[in-house]
């Protein structure tokens, strides 16, 4: 153990076999959780430090300039990922979040290209993103009594977000007759990412069946349930297709299945692209493209809630941009709302909605930020603790968009989406969903606090956050 320690980055002190464990429980349980533990780990070893979790060493680095040296200029050696066991297991080697090698590529490769196609982050997908939130707001607007409507803040921006993708995916908006069908199946969904915990991340299937039984039934439920819902969309235009009910316009393709099957039509089926592939593809994206953009929009709200006059003073500035709400805020608005940009970085920063970032592999022995990190390693940039690193973002826990407008290039080192070859497949669709919402919202309501507020992060133990109960009110402007 000792000689295999100085191989790698400093870090607690840590036995054969169990490794850091003893630590790691305490100090998640005495700091409140696993970013207030990594954040005590640097402090005291450093930007980049090793922490065993059993058997196995996890580097963790936690300042910018590290991560971008590993991930960005060295980015070939690390597109590995280490997939938990237990995810491995539930999507058996397919897709695009749980493999690595030639179907990882196709797979991530495809989707960025159809994305692309498909207008992500150009006036295409502007007009989806405002129809939809345009579809809400009216719900909104018949529900108000005397121009305000309470509601609760998961349900309004699953739908809005759920609605987004699962369009851009299978072809389908969420209206009045799906969306009660929609949102129990978002919320067993919900219920699974609650209990996923850093240990569902190491630990063997066998003894996750064996010993959390409950636990692993709820996952399993959660796969089986949004590949039945969302899934089944997939064998559904199959059939179509084949009986000669539906048929795929090149010039005109509607979804991501019209391109995934319209490729099948061409190049015939192969070990990448089938439809079993194309069902976990849709479930991995229908997952990664709901949870993320929704978390980050509740715990924004949050924050305005919290800061009315941050809120007060990005709406001055896109009211004249708008010239006083004469037309919806648009993308190419962009760079003429800097106040806007730093609010939405600065919500970014503080969601930082995987308090966990995902481990890359780490092929053969090499130096990070200074320290040698043997080969086996497992590496991560932890998004988390790198963005309250108070080297870079003075004082961390304050929520201040002016620290953006006071140094420019601070927002740079805002990376939400993560860096290097594994980074976000969605982040051009998740900033244009944020612009605008958060814009449009912010020019067409005032937005009131109902019942308590939250000033701590919710689920401060699992390997994402999540969105708490946020009770608010819209005030029609
Ligand atoms: C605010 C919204 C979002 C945030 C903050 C976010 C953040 C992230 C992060 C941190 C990662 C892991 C990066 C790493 O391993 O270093 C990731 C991966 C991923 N995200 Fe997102 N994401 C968001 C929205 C989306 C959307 C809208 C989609 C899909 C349409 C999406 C699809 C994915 C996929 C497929 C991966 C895995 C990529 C791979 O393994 O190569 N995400 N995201």
């Known amino acids: 153990q000792y000689q295999k320690v100085s191989r790698l980055p400093p870090g607690p002190v840590s036995l054969p076999l169990i490794g850091n464990v003893p630590q790691i429980v305490y100090y998640l349980w005495s700091t409140g959780g696993i970013v207030s533990t990594l954040d005590l780990f640097r402090k005291r070893y450093g930007n980049v430090f090793t922490l065993w979790l059993g058997p196995l060493p996890h580097v963790s680095i936690a300042d910018y300039e590290t991560a ?3 991930f960005v200029k060295n980015a070939n050696k690390y597109a590995d990922k280490f997939h938990a066991p237990l995810f491995e297991a539930i999507r058996n080697d397919k897709g695009v979040a749980g493999t690595n090698g030639h179907h990882w590529q196709e797979m991530k490769r495809f989707a960025l290209q159809t994305f692309r196609n498909m207008g992500v982050g150009k006036d295409v997908m502007e007009l989806k993103i405002i129809e939809e939130l345009d579809a809400r707001c009216a719900d909104i607007d018949k529900a108000a009594v005397n121009g305000v409507t309470t509601i609760q803040a998961s349900d309004f921006f699953d739908l809005t977000v759920g609605s987004i993708i699962n369009n851009i995916l299978v072809g389908k908006r969420f209206d009045e007759e799906n969306k009660e069908e929609f949102l129990k199946v978002k919320h067993s969904v919900d219920s699974a990412i609650e209990i996923v915990s850093l240990f569902d991340m190491i630990l063997p ?6 010993f959390f039984k409950v636990h692993y039934d709820t996952v399993i439920n959660f796969n089986e349930q949004t590949r039945d819902f969302v899934g089944k969309e997939a064998d559904i235009r199959d059939i179509q297709i084949k009986s000669g009910e539906y048929s795929i316009d090149e010039n005109n393709i509607k979804d991501y299945t019209d ?15 089938n439809i079993e592939t194309l069902k976990t593809m849709i479930v991995d994206l229908w997952t990664t493209g709901q949870e993320t953009t929704t978390t980050t929009l509740i715990s924004g709200f949050n924050q305005l809630l919290l800061h009315p006059e941050v809120m007060d003073k990005a709406r001055v500035e896109i009211m004249e941009i708008t010239e006083n709400r004469s037309r919806n805020l648009s993308l190419s608005d962009r760079p003429k709302t800097p106040y806007l940009n730093a609010m939405i970085g600065e ?7 995987l308090n966990i970032n995902f481990w890359r592999i780490n092929h053969e022995p090499t130096y990070m930020g200074g320290h040698m990190v ?3 390693a497992l590496v991560a940039a932890q998004l988390s603790a790198l963005h309250i690193n108070e080297t870079v973002f003075e004082n961390p826990e304050k929520f201040d968009p002016e620290r ?14 993560g860096v290097g070859k594994r980074a976000c497949l969605g982040e051009s669709l998740a900033r244009s969903e944020l612009y605008l919402i958060f814009g449009n919202l912010l020019l067409r309501y005032n937005f009131k606090p109902h019942g308590k507020l939250s000033t701590a992060d919710i689920f401060p133990y699992s390997f994402a956050k999540r969105p708490f109960k946020l009770e608010m009110q819209f005030v029609k402007i």
């Open 374 to 376: 043997d080969s086996g």
């Open 68 to 70: 971008l040296e590993v």
């Open 259 to 273: 391109a995934f099957l319209l490729k099948i039509q061409k190049d015939g089926e192969d070990k990448d692209f």
């Open 205 to 210: 299937v066998w003894v996750l069946k064996t």
């Open 347 to 353: 919500i970014q920063r503080h969601a930082s909605i």
């Open 404 to 417: 953006y407008i006071r140094d420019e290039s601070l927002l740079q080192k805002v990376i939400p989406f």
